[in-house]
């Protein structure tokens, strides 16, 4: 098992250029130094007790181990350092280029990957410039739960400078949050730790009631995260127990518990890009909910849609904040305005496997970009609410769970899947795409050679024609209204 299950881009300059490399405590390390005493001084005794002849036959020992002969040669002295050898010109160590790639440049990205192996679970912290096309695991940070979901925040009540933090949803319920910029750390910043399960007292069945309701947390794995990033010190997580949580980071506490929206897992979640107050919610009970936090338990602040498969994402269109998308395990993308309908905008049918990657572009109008279990990535145009198929590329990770756009270069995509490890793909590299999107861009785009004809030259797909019926969607706020009017009809 080599899987990659979530990913999380960090824009250019929020990361520190130095990062910070963890120490432990003094006490730690008084300890740490008086175990490494006691077993130098065992060795002394134990060298002592040698008698002389067998000292010196150990020194001689050495001293041939340290000399390397070669035939005709003779000895080659050893140095520990190339800039202690007097017969060297140039005294470099390869030292220079480690201790480059340890600093960020301002015009570096940072890349979080969610890695499950075998039994270990990490997050690893990828460096990526867009300019120069390097990649590579700056550092890494082990876990001991099974990480599932991130969302990146830089909020922090009790530090005033930038910071940099990830937040992570695991397997085991817990929410742990982690400061990247800090190397070698060994526990999170802060947990939210999984609600405490409490048997029930025959006795006083009250009681346990009120300490349930008290605790705070998921019951089951962590589905999603999302920040808040109009009220930041608010982020929400998603779970298998069917709620959504509220949590609040200038008290580290939960602030909200919504249970009632769902009645099966809820996989994603995703804020309003300019109304602070609204969470949408994707569902396996086949629903999208739009809720109003303000008063979230309330069924009259919640607008519901139904559809006919499992969904696996939800995402806001920015360019029409009225219209959002939701992708299903049926392998369909539908575009609902939330505002009249219970018919789709548009919708089509985009893979053949459960679409688990949907990222519509914030800076790119139309530009969107699936991804799923069938392994494919593709490029859609869908601009004025026309769907148009433009491209579509395999990578060898097997099924695709996680896909994201760069916030700083809108056309590069990190991908990530059941094997292989991350991938980052430059759509405009395609020569369709280019054609295409290059207008819309906001950025002058840089010419590039095209992509290799291997990896462009999948058949183009042919887009559903759309059903003659509706979908079954469905709006729960429509039908009571529809049944008001009947009762006054009566």
């Known amino acids: 098992m080599d899987i990659i299950s979530s990913l999380a881009w960090i824009k250019r300059g929020a990361a520190k250029g130095t990062p910070i490399k963890f120490m432990p405590e003094p006490e730690e390390l008084e300890s740490m130094i008086d175990k490494s005493g006691d077993q130098d001084e065992e060795e002394t005794t ?12 150990k020194d001689d020992q050495e001293d041939d181990e340290n000399d390397i002969f070669i035939p005709g040669v003779g000895p080659i002295a050893m140095h520990a350092s190339n800039r202690d050898d007097p017969l060297l010109e140039i005294k470099d160590d390869g030292e220079d280029s480690d201790a480059e790639d340890y600093f960020i440049r301002p015009d570096d990205n940072l890349i979080v990957a969610a890695h499950v192996e075998d039994d270990t679970s990490s997050l690893e912290v990828y460096i990526y410039n867009d300019k120069e096309g390097y990649l590579y695991v700056h550092h890494d940070i082990l876990m001991l739960h099974m990480p599932l979901c991130l969302t990146w925040l830089d909020y922090d009540t009790n530090n005033s400078n930038t910071v940099n933090y990830v937040a992570v949803g695991s397997m085991e319920g817990a929410i742990e949050i982690f400061d990247v910029d800090l190397v070698d750390q060994m526990e999170p910043m802060h947990t939210f730790a999984k609600k405490s399960q409490k048997k029930k007292s025959k006795s006083s069945k009250n009681s346990s009631k009120k300490a349930n309701k008290s605790s705070e947390g998921h019951d089951a794995a962590v589905l999603d995260l999302t920040w808040n990033k109009l009220v930041r010190q608010i982020f929400a997580s998603s779970s298998a127990d069917a709620t959504i949580a509220l949590w609040d980071l200038s008290q580290m506490k939960m ?18 890009p300019s109304e602070a107050q609204n969470l949408l919610s994707g569902s396996s009970d086949r629903t999208v909910c739009l809720v109003d936090c303000r008063d979230g338990n309330n069924k009259s ?16 269109n920015t360019f029409d904040t009225n219209q959002f998308l939701t992708s ?29 990657g949907l990222c519509l572009n914030s800076s790119i109008p139309g530009l969107l970009v699936t991804s799923s279990f069938d392994e494919c990535v593709k490029v859609w145009d869908v601009e004025n609410n026309t769907v148009t198929f433009i491209a579509e590329r395999q990578f060898p990770t097997g099924r695709i769970n ?17 094997s292989q490890g991350l991938q980052i793909w430059d759509c405009s590299e395609n020569s369709d795409v280019r054609t295409r999107f290059g207008t819309r861009a906001k950025f002058e785009m840089v010419e590039v050679a095209d992509e290799p004809a291997a ?12 059903p003659t019926t509706a979908p079954t969607v469905t709006s729960a706020v429509l039908k009571a209204q529809r049944k008001k009017s009947s009762k006054k009809n009566k």
């Not at 602040?301 to 806001?316: A, G, L, Y």
């Not at 996680?402 to 059941?418: E, H, I, K, M, R």
Request: aromatic share 12%; proline share 4%; glycine share 4%.
């Open 46 to 57: 134990n060298e002592g007790e040698m008698d002389v002849e067998k000292r010196q036959e």
């Open 255 to 272: 602030a909200l518990h919504l249970e009632k929206l769902h009645k099966k897992q809820i996989q994603s979640i995703c804020w309003h």
């Open 301 to 316: 602040s919640q607008h519901r849609w139904t559809f006919d498969s499992d969904i696996e994402r939800v995402t806001w």
């Open 328 to 356: 299903t395990e049926n392998g369909y993308v539908y575009a609902m305005d939330i505002r009249q309908t219970t018919i789709p905008v548009y919708n089509f049918s985009a893979h053949t496997g459960a679409v688990t």
């Open 402 to 418: 996680a896909c994201l756009v760069n916030p700083d270069f809108p056309f590069t995509y990190a991908f990530g899947g059941q």
């Open 455 to 466: 990896a462009a030259a999948a058949s183009k797909p042919v887009v559903s024609s759309f």
